[in-house]
């Protein structure tokens, strides 16, 4: 595509003279002959370069130079004087053109001129394109990026460079010494590194508390910015916010610790089971749990060893078992006293063989699987009575891992308590610092027939009721909540379980029942704590 040049002159000749050596050259040429037909040519089409006279009649070219400059429009502009002067040529590079040319005009000067403003055009027009390029990919960068000169002066910055620290556009032409705190003296030793060195820093950590008050973990990087002749110009910072990997990691490193099982006992039997695979060789690999009592036999079946096509109803294509998906790893089966005798007997298969058969295939396929398994039944008393195979029993009894009911660890409780409400905290951005020693000493009384999980509730239930910094008795499930008249001892703060449980005796009478209802706990259970305590029932020995 050609060139679109106008030229603008009042002399009805130059016009002419111009169109044609220009046209000759297959540019396309419009003309004008006055300020307001130039005026309106240039509000209507894009030029790629235009010819003004100085003089327009009575007006001046240079106003209307002024005027395209003031409308954003950047064509190069070559000025045509027929008396050159110092002050004027001043004025028109002022305002923006490109070059100027005298009048009488010859054609091979006229042509130069014209080549040589395109050639500059072209050149602008690609460094806007490529500067438009590199801010869209800039902004489009979820990584916060800085560009610094020699001089560690701040010559760009992307959003979300601002973002993550909070700053302002105004941070261009900046030096590194005046951001803020928190990052200055980081950004500075890195960006000063590469300098020094020319060599590129990847990954430098840092921790800052951002303008949000929040602990941050930022990833620094740098690399040098060159120049045409391969001379540095500069380094390029990026930052990348790592704190949610940061957090993430943590947590699971925190789960994959024995030290996360709560408490002297622990606080379940899956947590137990992460524990081991976890800390084992084959922690790269797959955990994989099952509950073997909450499935059915045959679909307990077709879940631990996989089903081929076909083999049942609702079988519409292969599928892999459990076994076969915790290949490498660890397979954890809870419930195990729950599987039917045929289940047994698969199962000490695999244990004796390492290998699995699909239902509805015939061939066997090997798995390398560390079984951990649990139960709440006596599994030798099944054993004796011919419920359970002797010799599936004594596989699994490799290692044995009591996790006694919470009710038998209470000295466990607190622990528990702390834990979730620290979870708590965290998962519903609250800042509750602690239970009364009221809700303690209740929860310690406390049977907890649902074990660990009830109590997780119960501190779920308090952290949903509880709009304070400490959760009280009121914040508690009904089956929790004991009557304030309950608690009477005058000194309540230091009472333990035998004299809170005296106290509910003295106060119901040692009616056994009215004290079980006071501490809201069953009556079985206060007969047992009374043998555990060795607390005497003086309404018998009287």
Not at 55 to 74: A, C, F, V, Y
Not at 340 to 365: C, F, H, M, Y
Not at 514 to 521: E, G, S, Y
Request: net charge negative; glycine share 6%.
């Amino acid at each position: 595509m050609s060139s679109h040049i106008l030229v603008i002159d009042d002399e009805e000749s130059l016009r002419y003279t111009m169109d044609s050596f220009l046209s000759d050259e297959g540019f396309d040429v419009s003309t004008a002959a006055s300020f307001s037909e130039a005026e309106k040519l240039i509000q209507e089409n894009l030029f790629d370069l235009v010819f003004l006279d100085i003089q327009l009649g009575r007006q001046s070219g240079l106003e209307l130079l002024k005027m395209m400059r003031e409308r954003d429009i950047h064509c190069p502009v070559v000025m045509i004087t027929g008396a050159p002067d110092v002050s004027t040529a001043a004025e028109a590079v002022r305002l923006g053109a490109f070059d100027y040319i005298p009048k009488p005009i010859r054609q091979e000067t006229l042509l130069r001129v014209a080549r040589m403003a395109l050639k500059h055009r072209s050149i602008v027009t690609q460094r806007e394109e490529y500067r438009a390029h590199l801010e869209a990919i800039f902004g489009s960068v979820r990584d916060g990026i800085l560009l610094v000169d020699q001089q560690q002066r701040i010559l760009q910055a992307n959003q979300s460079l601002l973002n993550l620290f909070g700053l302002t556009v105004a941070i261009v032409g900046m030096s590194l010494d005046q951001l803020p705190l928190n990052i200055r003296a980081s950004f500075a030793e890195v960006v000063g590194k590469t300098m020094a060195t020319n060599q590129p820093i990847v990954s430098r950590r840092l921790e800052v508390t951002n303008h949000l008050q929040r602990s941050c973990i930022f990833s620094l990087s740098t690399s040098l910015c060159l120049g045409e002749t391969g001379n540095p110009l500069g380094v390029v910072l990026s930052v990348h916010d790592e704190t949610r990997l940061e957090t993430l990691e943590k947590s699971l490193k925190k789960r994959q610790k024995f030290e996360h099982i709560v408490g002297q006992s622990g606080t379940g039997k899956e947590l137990v089971a992460e524990a081991l695979h976890y800390r084992s060789d084959r922690r790269d690999k797959a955990l994989v749990k099952v509950n073997c009592a909450a499935l059915p036999e045959n679909l307990l079946e077709s879940e631990l060893f996989g089903h081929h096509k076909g083999s049942f109803t609702g079988a519409l294509k292969d599928k892999a078992g459990r076994f076969e998906q915790a290949d490498g790893g660890t397979i954890f089966l809870d419930e195990i006293g729950d599987i039917s005798p045929a289940l047994q007997v698969r199962l000490l298969r695999v244990l004796q063989n390492k290998e699995i058969e699909k239902v509805g295939g015939t061939g066997t396929t090997r798995v390398d699987v560390r079984i951990v398994a649990a139960t709440n039944q006596d599994l030798l008393k099944k054993v004796r009575a011919l419920e359970f195979r002797e010799d599936l029993y004594y596989r699994l009894r490799v290692v044995q891992i009591p996790v006694p009911p919470l009710r038998a660890r209470r000295e466990d409780i607190p622990l528990l308590i702390e834990h979730f409400v620290a979870m708590y905290n965290q998962r519903f951005k609250r800042s509750i610092s602690k239970v009364s020693d009221t809700v303690v000493r209740q929860m310690t009384l406390y049977d907890w027939p649902g074990n660990i999980r009830e109590l997780q509730h119960a501190i779920e239930h308090a952290f949903v009721l509880c709009r304070e910094t400490l959760v009280d008795i009121r914040h508690l499930p009904p089956e929790l909540q004991v009557p304030e008249s309950s608690m009477s001892c005058d000194d309540p703060e230091s009472q333990d379980e035998a004299s809170l449980i005296i106290a509910a005796l003295e106060k119901s009478g040692w009616n056994k029942s009215r004290a079980a209802r006071l501490l809201n706990i069953s009556r079985r259970t206060i007969y047992r704590k009374m043998e555990e305590l060795g607390i005497e029932d003086t309404e018998e020995s009287s």
